[in-house]
């Protein structure tokens, strides 16, 4: 591809993403399917483009006054790259497969577009929604800055090293073997962070069980969790799994967990990858979205009361994750964030009935935002005198260095702070 193909492929994408409201990743990945003629290089580049325009899509927006696709990607090549003016107009030629000549209306505006200044406000320089600003500031407070510019960052890849299967260090030279060098993560003790890319479902040491791929902060969020061998775990919202299969390292593949999730397409994931890792202790269940407030829950019968940890990895709005998906802060609205508190609130009550007398309700969000954490667990206490909140301390192992965190009961990691996605952990006991 030439370079002025490859910008109309990332303009092409972007309209697409414009339009539908699809993740980035699933447009781009459809463009690359029917795009075979697109080289490694060539898709390189137009992720490239594409996310770059995402990740600075305020500024861009801000300088030329415009949110057309277009406008926006010829603006990063121009700004971002470090092209110049005169470069991204180039780009632009009418050539083959590149896109038309600017008209003079574009070609006014890009001639002068500059990046805001130092005193505009946060939210367009650091490229996150105006209405969501008070959520951040009460969050950051005088750290806001550091915080939302670590959320523009790529997030690196981190790995968990399965216990069930090996060590740490056994894992870092599988990987070495294989031309994958690692480095150990700051903090989780099964972590290991990649120092370059690499085709992780390539690699021997994936398909054989000893790595999986997860986020740092999502493994001190399960060790938080603390489930003990022999334990009766819940994961209320198992997703494809990624947790369940870090608890069944932790315990040891001694007690039993039930992975749970209202999606069977996203739950049946998990059983082949459970296969993989040689965990025994897993068993899923499909469970209904809705159960009738004060009536029984029939999905689970057997659990009712008796789980020593439930774990509420809820539904949220992903913020903490926005170095990975930085099209999602342009997609959130307040409609979808009201949406994802009352779901939070309806599972951590749901969650709450399955919990054994002193037994723990663990809830976990990788969300930064206060009204999705702290606010729900409050809400939570308010409605529940039969659980008390324990300080995440609590559950951290002696011999580890504890994580930089702000004060309060519950745990909040983030990019800035912890070079980890943005998560929080909060965990409530149940009285005895």
């Not at 300088?63 to 990063?76: D, I, N, T």
């Not at 775990?233 to 608890?247: H, P």
């Not at 969650?351 to 723990?360: E, K, M």
């Not at 951290?396 to 998560?423: C, K």
Request: charged residues 25%; glycine residues 8%.
């Amino acid at each position: 591809m030439t370079p002025g193909a490859r910008l109309q492929a990332a303009i092409d994408i972007l309209s697409t993403i414009a339009e539908t409201r699809h993740p980035a990743d699933r447009v781009f990945d459809g463009w690359a399917r029917a795009s075979r003629f697109a080289g490694s290089k060539d898709r390189a580049a137009v992720s490239e483009l594409v996310y770059g325009v995402l990740r600075h899509r305020a500024q861009l927006a801000a300088a030329l006054g415009s949110e057309a696709p277009r406008l926006l990607v010829l603006g990063a090549v121009a700004l971002i790259d470090g092209a110049g003016h005169a470069g991204a107009m180039a780009l632009a030629d009418g050539a083959r497969h590149a896109p038309a000549a600017l008209a003079p209306d574009e070609a006014a505006a890009l001639r002068a577009a500059s990046l805001p200044a130092a005193d505009a406000p946060a939210f367009v320089r650091l490229n996150y929604p105006e209405w969501l600003h008070p959520e951040f500031e009460r969050a950051f407070g005088a750290k806001l800055e550091s915080e939302m510019a670590a959320l523009m960052e790529r997030a690196p890849t981190d790995l968990r090293v399965n216990l069930l299967k090996g060590t740490r260090e056994a894992a870092m030279e599988a990987l070495a073997a294989e031309n994958v060098e690692t480095e150990p993560c700051p903090l989780s003790p099964w972590g290991l962070r990649l120092k370059s890319r690499a085709n992780i479902a390539g690699l021997t040491a994936f398909r054989d069980g000893l790595v999986e791929v997860q986020d740092e902060g999502s493994q001190l969020a399960c060790l938080v969790a603390g489930a003990a061998p022999g334990a009766q775990v819940v994961d209320l919202c198992a997703g494809g799994g990624g947790k369940s299969l870090a608890l069944a390292a932790l315990m040891g593949n001694r007690g039993q967990i039930h992975a749970c999730d209202t999606d069977r397409r996203r739950l049946a994931k998990l059983m082949p990858r459970a296969q993989r890792a040689g965990t025994r202790n897993i068993q899923t269940r499909f469970i209904k979205p809705h159960i009738l407030p004060g009536g029984p829950d029939t999905d689970f019968p057997d659990l009712e009361g008796k789980a020593d940890n439930v774990l509420v990895d809820a539904p949220c709005s992903g913020t903490g994750a926005w170095r990975r998906s930085p099209d999602a802060r342009w997609r959130l609205t307040s409609e979808m964030l009201e949406s994802y508190r009352v779901t939070q609130a309806e599972v951590l009550a749901r969650g709450a009935r399955l919990v054994r007398p002193g037994g723990r309700l663990v809830y976990v969000t990788c969300s930064l935002l206060p009204s999705e954490n702290e606010d729900r667990v409050a809400a939570f206490l308010g409605a529940r005198d039969d659980f008390v909140q324990l300080p995440w301390q609590s559950s951290w192992p002696a011999d580890l260095p504890a994580p930089d965190a702000p004060s309060g009961l519950g745990l909040r990691l983030s990019p800035a702070s912890n070079g980890t996605d943005g998560f929080f952990v909060a965990v409530m006991q149940r009285k005895t």
